[in-house]
T-cell receptor
Framework: AQRVTQPEKLLSVFKGAPVELKCNYS??????LFWYVQYSRQRLQLLLR??SRESIKGFTADLNKGETSFHLKKPFAQEEDSAMYYC??????????????FGKGTKLSVKP | ETGVTQSPTHLIKTRGQQVTLRCSSQ?????VSWYQQALGQGPQFIFQ???????GRGNFPPRFSGLQFPNYSSELNVNALELDDSALYLC????????????FGPGTRLTVL
């Protein structure tokens, strides 16, 4: 079964502290994984995707196929990082690929 | 470049009614996907349209149907509304099929009473 699990509903850290948002997945085959972010009163937007291997806004995520994980990390959290974060997997439906399977999301709160 | 737009913003219906939600894709995008996001949940894939044809469907009953028009805008229709259909409905467009980045609209909040 194709599934994405984000075990934490809420993660609260102080400004300047490291952040790790956890994501585990279940997928047979080679997955493509994404992190989407939703800031307050804004639409869902792509933060990063594993094939790009980019660092966006200081965030990085490494695909670990052995542990089936794609955790999102940032060494020093900023208040503007407070948002809802969704991990997503590109799934297969009826033979087509590209549609997203989302986790339930983790709300990150960065306190001053 | 215009982003993905959706209408209406909010909608209130009663059980048994029918509803149509609309989505205009981002300029140049020919693929539209629809998602349902219940409160406290991540978005769930409903179906995808590519060049006016349905190209993949999630675990939703047939009373959820859709259309894509020649200008690549799209509609989501839901018949015989149930209370559990209350959710935020998101539309996302992408440049083409496959794993291209999906760009999301702001959503339509549907409440079924």
């Amino acid at each position: 079964a194709q599934r994405v699990t984000q075990p934490e509903k809420l993660l609260s850290v102080f400004k300047g502290a490291p952040v790790e948002l956890k994501c585990n997945y279940s997928y047979s085959g080679s997955p493509e994984l994404f992190w989407y972010v939703q800031y307050s009163r804004q639409r869902l937007q792509l933060l990063l995707r594993h094939i790009s291997r980019e660092s966006i806004k200081g965030f990085t995520a490494d695909l670990n196929k052995g542990e089936t994980s794609f955790h999102l990390k940032k060494p020093f959290a900023q208040e503007e990082d407070s948002a809802m974060y969704y991990c997503a997997l590109s799934g297969r439906y009826g033979g087509s690929q590209g549609n997203l399977i989302f986790g339930k999301g983790t709300k990150l709160s960065v306190k001053p | 470049e215009t982003g993905v737009t959706q209408s209406p913003t909010h909608l209130i219906k009663t059980r048994g009614q029918q509803v149509t939600l609309r989505c205009s894709s981002q300029s140049g995008h020919n693929t539209v996907s629809w998602y349902q996001q219940a409160l406290g949940q991540g978005p769930q894939f409903i179906f995808q349209y590519y060049r006016e044809e349905e190209n993949g469907r999630g675990n939703f009953p047939p009373r959820f149907s859709g259309l894509q028009f020649p200008n690549y805008s799209s509609e989501l229709n839901v018949n015989a509304l149930e209370l559990d259909d209350s959710a935020l409905y998101l539309c996302a467009s992408s440049l083409s099929l496959g794993t291209d980045t999906q760009y999301f609209g702001p959503g339509t909040r549907l409440t079924v009473l």
